[in-house]
């Protein structure tokens, strides 16, 4: 069973400044609550049961999210929102702990993954980028999907979307003996971090949603600096994909790049349009735009 989740949140945000200067990009608002929530809400909903953070001493404001907050509680105890103290206090069941570990440095992502090395021990688990936001296809939530392939096949679970060709040099890009249908996985045969345009094995990318084995701990250990002079996932998955079967697993859903300004204005359009007591006004205000 996969019950823990690695968010990688040290990462400053460069793409999102200003916005990400003093708080950190995952806690930027998509409609009402900070992208962060989506992504841990995806997780717990595909039986998630311990968030690790591995972040950075700046974005205390993360931790501080998911925690009680005690003085906000008894203000809104004083004034009878009860409504209100009932949500800030049901962000995520009570029965999901949310612990974190700090990255030292920013060596990446597989460094990332790495710095949670002793909270992962012997399990499988997943990883979740919080950059993207992946919204479900008609209540189908793809993360699930790909911890039950996980746990049919024992084989590792890497989420693909099909890209433009000229955006393969932003993603990492799986090769694969013919395209997958949407919701199959299927037996990877290669992975490589960002190739340059007209090189790359397919247009299948890696949105940033992994189910991986402990073993790849153990390979991120020996990984050296790639892509970016950064150790990267990919490096560790490509080496993991020698000695086992790896799958790539196309996604039903969408996805939204928060950590893009144009991706977040596209989120923010999308879950302002689906939120049940704001949609409608908001799609109202849309249409009566004269542009
Ligand atoms: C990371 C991964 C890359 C993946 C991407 C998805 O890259 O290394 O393989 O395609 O996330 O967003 P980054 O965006 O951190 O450079």
Known sequence: MIKKAILPVAGLGTRFLPASKSIPKEMVTVVDRPAIEYVVK????????????????????????????????????????????????????????????????????????????????????????????????????????????????????????????????????????????EGQSIL????????????????????????????????LEQTPRGAGNEIQLTDAIAMLQKTEQVEAYRMKGQTFDCGSKIGYLKAVLHYGLAHPKLGAEFKAMIQALDV
């Open 188 to 219: 990877m045969q290669g992975i490589v971090e960002k190739p340059s345009v007209g090189t790359a094995p397919s247009n299948l990318s890696v949105v940033g949603r992994y189910i991986l084995p402990a073993k790849i701990m153990q390979l």
């Open 42 to 181: 995806e997780a717990v909903a595909a039986g998630i049961e311990q968030i690790i953070l591995v972040t950075h001493s700046s974005k205390g404001a993360i931790e501080n999210y998911f925690d009680h907050n005690s003085e906000l509680d008894s203000v809104l105890r004083n004034k009878k929102s009860f409504d209100l103290l009932d949500e800030i206090n049901n962000i995520i069941p009570s029965h999901i702990s949310v612990i974190s570990v700090r990255q030292p440095q920013p060596l990446g992502l597989g460094h990332a993954v790495l710095c949670a090395k002793d909270i992962i021990g012997n399990d499988a688990f997943a990883v979740l980028l919080p950059d993207v936001l992946v919204k479900d296809h008609s209540d189908q939530n793809d993360l699930s999907l790909m911890i039950n392939r996980f746990n049919q096949v024992q084989a590792a679970q890497i989420m693909v979307e099909a890209v433009l060709d000229h955006l393969v040099d932003q993603y990492g890009i799986v090769d694969v003996a013919k395209m997958p249908d």
